[in-house]
């Protein structure tokens, strides 16, 4: 059983291009989480996805920044127009089900730069 | 709104010697999260502690959890260099979800 998945692990990108992180999920997994850490920080949550649901987008930037977990394939994290202060690294977690003592794991991250 | 603090937020040690890392949260929750991240890398689950008065050991670790004072705290005994890494804390936001909260991270740094 694989473990969460998150492609690429690492992004380059110029300013003002767009960037799309995927996170694949846990097998079994209908819940996802994506959280950003910028250097030298803890993580802060952004957004918590069910499928084709957004249940918590209280952590996302208003603008530019959008995630999806569609039916089929990967949970997107997509950031458009990308600047300087979006290099971060960006986790995805998954799980099961919701709170009673389940727990979230980890995807590897995905380690943005923006040039 | 919850909130998390940790202290200290960088601690460099000797090797041999034992320290505290506390974990402070604002409101009730029912779990609590420590985990380790080496620089570059994902976070490592540690231990989950879920009630009042849960400890849990794993090697030279150890973690607590005080739910009425809202404190955590995760023990180091005897250091090794190889326990050099930043260790966070999260909390869970509410019963009904897995979202988390992290404190701010204690670097830690063991020396000869």
């Known amino acids: 059983n694989a473990g969460v998945m998150q492609n690429p692990r690492h992004l380059v990108r110029r300013r003002g291009q767009e960037a799309r992180l995927r996170c694949s999920p846990m097998?079994?997994?209908?819940?996802v989480y994506w959280y950003r850490q910028l250097p030298e920080e803890g993580l802060k949550f952004m957004v918590y996805?069910?499928?084709?649901?957004?249940?918590?987008e209280s952590g996302m930037p208003k603008e530019r920044f959008s995630a999806e977990f569609p039916k089929e394939g990967p949970s997107i994290l997509r950031i458009q127009q990308v600047v300087r202060g979006d290099s971060a690294a960006y986790f995805c977690?998954?799980?099961?089900?919701?709170?009673?003592?389940?727990?979230?794991?980890f995807g590897q991250g995905t380690r943005l730069t923006v040039v | 709104e919850l909130k998390v603090e940790q202290n200290p937020l960088f601690l460099s040690m000797q090797e041999g010697k034992n320290y505290t890392i506390y974990c402070n949260y604002s409101?009730?929750?029912?779990?609590l999260y420590w985990y380790r991240q080496d620089p570059g890398k994902s976070l490592e689950s540690l231990f989950v502690?879920?009630?009042?008065?849960a400890v849990k050991q794993e090697g030279r670790l150890m973690a607590s959890l005080d739910t009425k004072a809202r404190l955590s705290t995760l023990h180091i005994t005897a250091a090794v260099h190889d326990l050099s890494a930043t260790y966070f804390c999260?909390?869970?936001?509410?019963?009904?979800?897995?979202?988390?909260?992290f404190g701010t991270g204690t670097r830690l740094q063991v020396f000869p």
């Open positions: 977690a998954s799980s099961p089900t919701t709170g009673g003592g389940t727990e979230a794991f």
């Open positions: 097998k079994g997994h209908s819940h």
């Open positions: 996805l069910q499928k084709e649901n957004i249940i918590d």
């Open positions: 409101t009730t929750s029912d779990r």
């Open positions: 502690l879920l009630s009042n008065g």
């Open positions: 999260a909390v869970v936001q509410s019963y009904n979800t897995d979202k988390l909260i």
